[in-house]
């Protein structure tokens, strides 16, 4: 039921409305609203209950295990939430002077340097919004970068099978063709095709590593030096940071530019569209062309914002000020709260994870899709053989792992691996939790055997029964509409 | 277990090619692609007289699974596009070689259909891509 539906007019709820409304005189009257929206009307327990019933029906990591592989579902600690609602951040105006934002200005410059310091890189821009808009951050950086030197025949963009499927979208929108770099029988970028494929037209790779696959690129030096030699620059696609944060670094690596998911690595809250933020990182090459604005201390310590002025190259902003700077803070409060040491466990422990939950799988019998190599943050098993003895497919499992109490992994990603799950359990879990789900899949795979249309029709124990996903595309239905 | 039928030709990219009588050639998807995609939602048809050289992306097929490009089998100009899926893309899952033909295009060189595969190298294909 819609809130709307709970409507009755002229229902009232003024203990939460503000005590003073303000007097607003200076709106012109042809932008006055000349008929009262419709809103909900409702008592307070009305709202209260309705909202707090959604929630209930709502999976989610403060309910459930929810090992969505790619996203790094990990725990958002509730320090990081707390600190950034302190009443000086959120009452502060984004046009507030410096002066006396000195303190959310040393959080933001101090979250560059640690993101600096972790990535390898020269110098960080917090203002992209999202991974997405990183990536496109990012691409535009290799664009002017070769403009600035009046390169003009690079066109091409390189993207191995197994990076982010944003990748190719951010170099279509940043104005390259794609050229599809396939994989190799373990997993890894094809070296030889690489090879084949650099050339005068090659502008930069894109890099998703580890890649979705769930296995690191085992040779980084290799494609770092095809691509660099061709004149082309490196882009490190960062949304799999949780696996490497604190161990390696991709400027170390040779790269060029990455981006990096704060809403994945840096636990921000994430999952239903947002809000996210996705810093980028450059080497001294791209250095001029960083977005802005950017926090820079002057020589008496304060903290400045700096913007075109400075940096007259700059490819320019992607957000109104500083970008999502509540999500920014709750980044900065994990990072300090994790500190360097802290860091390192992250990816230690996101691995370990990932790799006893492989293991452990594997000597139950699943499959995993590349079962010579080491997992990474997260892995990848298909349950083809499944399908092929039972007739129940990933999507049945899925479904019936609801049922035992988990958010599925992600389903039928990489398409590259047949009736795949891609588990990402991060850090944040304990072994038990790790082996209760894998107990879950044990009994599902026996479920399968023996009573496969237990499977098929599953979720039998969720608020809401198995979903038309199909309808649901075919016939999106988003708008509520007021009866005459 | 999917439908290779023996008189049609193939690409590796799953689409299948059939020659027409006026020399024209239909061309779908797979009854294995379809079956790989699951129930399509949207399909992204050419433009009737636009040309693609061969390999190239010009139509898109959507799944709640995921977004697929389609690629042209052969060089040329495309000279009608299956105008019904637009309200009804579950008829590629149907049948993906009759009713859920996708566009007719006609090549620029007959000759090149002779490099598409046969239904034995296609099956062959599939077997070894494991799916």
């Known amino acids: 039921m819609l809130i709307f539906e709970l409507s009755r007019s002229g229902r009232r709820n003024p203990s939460q409305s503000p005590s003073v409304m303000p007097v607003v005189e200076d709106i012109p009257q042809h932008l006055l609203r000349r008929k009262r929206p419709i809103l909900p009307e409702v008592s307070e327990m009305q709202a209260v209950r309705h909202y707090t019933r959604l929630s209930q029906k709502n999976f989610s990591i403060d309910t459930h295990f929810y090992p969505l592989g790619s996203c790094t579902m990990k725990y958002n600690p509730r320090a990081c939430n707390a600190f950034s609602m302190l009443p000086q951040f959120l009452a502060r105006h984004p046009l507030a002077s410096p002066a006396t934002g000195q303190g959310f200005l040393a959080c933001l410059f101090e979250l560059q340097e640690i993101l600096k310091d972790v990535t390898g890189m020269k110098a960080v821009s917090l203002t992209p919004m999202a991974g997405a808009q990183g990536e496109f951050a990012g691409v535009a950086m290799i664009r002017a970068y070769h403009e600035s030197r009046g390169d003009v025949s690079r066109t091409e963009i390189l993207v191995p099978d197994a990076a982010h499927g944003t990748n190719p979208a951010t170099a279509v929108m940043c104005g390259y063709t794609v050229r599809e770099i396939p994989t190799d029988a373990n997993g890894g970028i094809d070296i030889e095709r690489l090879r084949a494929a650099v050339g005068p037209q090659t502008a930069g790779l894109m890099l998703t590593n580890p890649s979705t696959l769930g296995v690191f690129e085992r040779d980084i030096q290799e494609v770092q030096l095809i691509v660099h030699k061709a004149g082309g620059l490196l882009y490190y696609d960062g949304a799999n940071l949780n696996a490497i944060l604190g161990k390696v670094k991709p400027g170390n690596m040779g790269f060029d530019v990455i981006h990096m998911n704060l809403h994945k690595t840096f636990s921000t809250p994430h999952g239903g569209g947002g809000p996210g933020a996705g810093p980028v990182g450059v080497n001294e090459r791209l250095l001029p062309f960083l977005p802005v604005p950017v926090v820079a201390q002057a020589r008496d310590g304060r903290y400045v914002v700096e913007t075109e002025e400075e940096h007259p190259q700059s490819i320019g902003r992607l957000s109104a000020y500083m970008g999502n700077a509540g999500i920014l803070l709750r980044a900065y409060v994990y990072a300090r709260l994790l500190g360097r040491t802290g860091m390192r466990r992250v990816a230690e422990f996101a691995t370990l994870n990932a790799n006893y939950m492989m293991a452990r799988l594997k000597q139950q019998g699943f499959t995993a899709a ?39 992994p992600t389903t039928y990603f990489p398409m590259l691996v047949p009736e795949c799950f891609l588990i990402e359990p991060t850090e944040t879990e304990s072994k038990e939790e790790l082996d209760s789900f894998i107990a879950a899949m044990v009994a599902i795979a026996h479920e399968a055997q023996i009573n496969p249309e237990l499977v098929k029709n599953a979720p039998h124990t969720t608020v809401v029964r198995r979903l038309d996903d199909v309808r649901a595309a075919r016939e999106l239905d988003l708008r509520w509409r007021a009866p005459d | 277990m999917s439908e290779t039928p023996k008189d049609l030709r193939y690409t590796k990219t799953h689409e299948w090619v059939k020659t027409m009588p006026d020399g024209s050639v239909a061309v779908g998807i797979t009854d294995h692609a379809q079956q790989l995609l699951g129930d399509l939602v949207f399909i992204e048809l050419p433009k009737v007289g636009a040309e693609y050289a061969a390999g190239k992306e010009c139509a898109v097929v959507e799944s709640v699974k995921a977004a697929s490009d389609i690629y042209a089998p052969v060089s040329g100009k495309i000279v009608e596009v299956n105008t019904r899926l637009g309200d009804a893309p579950e008829t590629v899952n149907k049948g993906a070689y009759g009713d859920g033909w996708l566009f007719r295009m006609q090549p620029r060189n007959p000759d090149d259909l002779k490099s598409l595969l046969d239904a034995a190298a296609y099956a062959a294909l599939v077997e070894a891509e494991g799916h």
């Open chain 1, 370 to 408: 590349f079962p010579a190599r080491r997992a990474t943050h997260e892995f990848i098993i298909t349950l083809k053989p499944m399908k092929d003895a039972t007739g129940v497919i990933a999507m049945d499992v899925a479904k019936r792992l609801l049922d035992k109490g988990f958010h599925a």
